[in-house]
């Protein structure tokens, strides 16, 4: 009798398994999916159109803006020393 609960307990603990396994192969290939969508060129082109400059990490917005009213810090040395 003990030996007969322990199979049917061990069964059910392994259908629990393959159906978490099944559900984290459906995540998996979902992930994939998303992930090669995002990275196509027309969709990265895209993102980059639409995310603002000081997002990007571009030198623009407030930098851009202390340097020209003079901020020492901001300024960039030219190769021949001079500041620009």
Same mark, same amino acid.
């Given at each position: 009798?003990? @030996?007969?609960?322990?199979?049917?307990?061990?069964?059910?603990?392994? %259908?629990?398994?393959?159906?978490?396994?099944?559900?984290? %192969?459906?995540?998996?290939?979902?992930?994939?999916?998303?992930?090669?969508?995002?990275?196509? #060129?027309?969709? @990265?082109?895209?993102?980059?159109?639409?995310? #603002?400059?000081?997002?990007?990490? %571009?030198?623009?917005? %407030?930098?851009?803006?202390?340097?020209?009213?003079?901020?020492?810090?901001?300024?960039?040395?030219?190769?021949?020393?001079?500041?620009?």
């Amino acid at each position: 009798m003990r @030996v007969s609960y322990e199979s049917r307990r061990l069964f059910a603990e392994l %259908d629990k398994a393959q159906s978490e396994e099944r559900a984290l %192969d459906n995540d998996s290939e979902r992930l994939k999916t998303e992930l090669r969508s995002q990275a196509t #060129p027309l969709r @990265v082109e895209r993102t980059a159109r639409e995310q #603002p400059r000081d997002a990007r990490g %571009d030198a623009g917005g %407030d930098a851009v803006r202390r340097a020209a009213r003079g901020g020492r810090r901001y300024r960039r040395r030219r190769h021949d020393g001079a500041t620009q």
